[in-house]
């Protein structure tokens, strides 16, 4: 079992940066790649961007293509989501998410979810 936290939310105005971080615990050592996802209120949860390990590179939803990064601290055995340029229709709560060699291409490890609200 992986256990997934994220924190890092907040209130921002537009065009604000916000950095969401998300530390996994438990068998860390079956994660195959970790994303990030959102649902605003109202819509169907979406994708946002992916790491995937071992060189397997990195995934972006068109929405947050050139404004949003995700990166990996291996020792820390944490994801991060910078968002930068923020608009208010990124408002939503984002949930950190971890593919494992035993669920291969589905997402079965989700944290609790951090808000993350965006002023115009």
């Known amino acids: 079992q992986v256990q997934l936290v994220e924190s890092g939310g907040g209130l921002v105005q537009a065009g604000g940066s916000l950095r969401l971080s998300c530390a996994a615990s438990g068998r860390t050592s079956s994660i195959v790649a970790m994303g990030w996802f959102r649902q605003a209120p109202g819509k169907e949860r979406e994708f946002v961007a992916v790491f995937n390990w071992g060189g397997g590179g990195s995934y972006y939803a068109d929405s947050v293509l050139g404004r949003f990064t995700i990166s990996r601290d291996n020792a820390k055995n944490t994801v991060y989501l910078r968002m930068n340029s923020l608009k208010p229709e990124d408002t939503a709560v984002y949930y950190c998410?971890?593919?494992?060699?035993?669920?291969?291409?589905?997402?079965?490890?989700w944290g609790q979810g951090t808000q993350v609200a965006v002023s115009s």
């Open positions: 998410a971890a593919r494992t060699i035993v669920t291969e291409s589905t997402f079965s490890s």
